[in-house]
């Protein structure tokens, strides 16, 4: 655009000097006129092309943002993929985690059960002593064996119960991660579609492709 300005500028000084000239014979104002029309000529044609070079350069940013606006959704669903298949491998661990640790908690509330029945059979049986001070004694070892073997259980079944929600909530997880990436893997596809179409419009305006399919001709 510099150069109409400029070219503008000449013509300018042409017709300020065309107003100086005394013009004495025909045939100079015909030849002046005929420069004249060959100067309004060039610049008309240099605004034309300068139009088309701004058309053209706007319609490339168009379709670079298109392609830019697809790449951003295409890398939005690589990302909840990989979000997806964090919840799948996270609820994988967690039912592991929670199998492992239900198999050790009830091999565990095994043993405390087999414990407390052998000794709690000879304390019962001692709590009928003739021997007053030894059947007391037996009744409040029971009593004692009762209470820690309550709070034993107890703590193992919170564990259990720890273990079991551990179980509920991977295969919660496990779940979500695969409808997320389900629905992601069908966004993804249309997606791609999208962006494959949008490089392809660039290419073609931006000539990159022509470029490619003459490297590919070569080889």
């Known amino acids: 655009m510099k150069l109409v300005s400029l070219k503008f500028m000449y013509l300018r000084t042409i017709i300020n000097q065309y107003f100086r000239l005394n013009f004495s014979d025909m045939k100079t104002k015909m030849n002046f006129r005929i420069c004249v029309m060959l100067v309004f000529f060039v610049l008309t044609t240099s605004v034309i092309q300068a139009q088309v070079v701004d058309k053209k350069e706007a319609e490339l940013k168009r379709l670079e943002a298109s392609v830019n606006t697809a790449k951003g959704k295409?890398?939005?669903?690589?990302?909840?993929?990989?979000?997806?298949?964090?919840?799948?491998?996270?609820?994988?661990?967690?039912?592991?985690?929670?199998?492992?640790?239900?198999?050790?908690?009830?091999?565990?509330?095994?043993?405390?059960?087999?414990?407390?029945?052998?000794?709690?059979?000879?304390?019962?049986?001692?709590?009928?002593?003739?021997?007053?001070?030894?059947?007391?004694?037996?009744?409040?070892?029971?009593?004692?064996?009762?209470?820690?073997?309550?709070?034993?259980?107890?703590?193992?079944?919170?564990?259990?119960?720890?273990?079991?929600?551990?179980?509920?909530?991977?295969?919660?997880?496990?779940?979500?991660?695969?409808?997320?990436?389900?629905?992601?893997?069908?966004?993804?596809?249309?997606?791609?579609e999208t962006l494959a179409v949008a490089q392809k419009k660039y290419d073609t305006a931006s000539g990159a492709g022509q470029t490619s399919t003459k490297d590919k001709k070569k080889k």
């Open 74 to 192: 295409v890398a939005v669903l690589e990302r909840k993929t990989a979000v997806a298949d964090s919840l799948i491998t996270a609820g994988t661990k967690m039912i592991s985690e929670s199998k492992s640790e239900t198999k050790t908690v009830e091999a565990e509330i095994k043993k405390l059960d087999k414990e407390f029945a052998a000794q709690q059979k000879p304390l019962t049986k001692l709590t009928t002593s003739k021997d007053k001070e030894e059947a007391t004694q037996a009744r409040n070892d029971l009593k004692a064996l009762n209470t820690k073997y309550k709070a034993d259980s107890k703590a193992l079944t919170t564990r259990l119960s720890t273990a079991t929600k551990k179980a509920t909530t991977g295969d919660a997880n496990i779940n979500k991660g695969k409808a997320a990436k389900a629905a992601a893997k069908d966004a993804m596809k249309a997606a791609k």
